[in-house]
Nanobody, 115 residues
């Protein structure tokens, strides 16, 4: 089992950028496809992005394509999410997880996009 700790969230104005990090420990990080999921205020968890083993294949929710980039550093056991051109609808708690449903996710990091 892998333990996950997210960081890097904060407040940003629309159009701004943030980079989230997810530090993994306790298992072989490189063996897992990794995911970012988020939860907007008052809503359920939604999948945002996946990066497969090796990092060569990624996928994104349609609404973040072209704005978000997921990457991983298997040597450091860290997952990243670079978020550019942020919109108010991107506001929420962001989690990294070992599956697309959010199972096994960390404690999350808050992202707030507002003017």
């Amino acid at each position: 089992q892998v333990q996950l700790v997210e960081s890097g969230g904060g407040w940003v104005q629309p159009g701004g950028s943030l980079r989230l990090s997810c530090a993994a420990s306790g298992s072989t990080f490189s063996a897992f496809a990794m995911n970012w999921v988020r939860q907007a205020p008052g809503k359920g968890l939604e999948w945002v992005s996946t990066i497969y083993r090796g990092g060569g294949v990624t996928s994104y929710k349609d609404s973040v394509k072209g704005r978000f980039t997921v990457s991983r550093d298997d040597a450091k056991n860290i997952l990243y999410l670079q978020m550019n051109s942020l919109k108010p609808e991107d506001t929420g708690v962001y989690y990294c997880a070992t599956d697309m449903s959010g199972r096994g996710r960390g404690q999350g990091t808050q992202v707030t996009v507002s003017s």
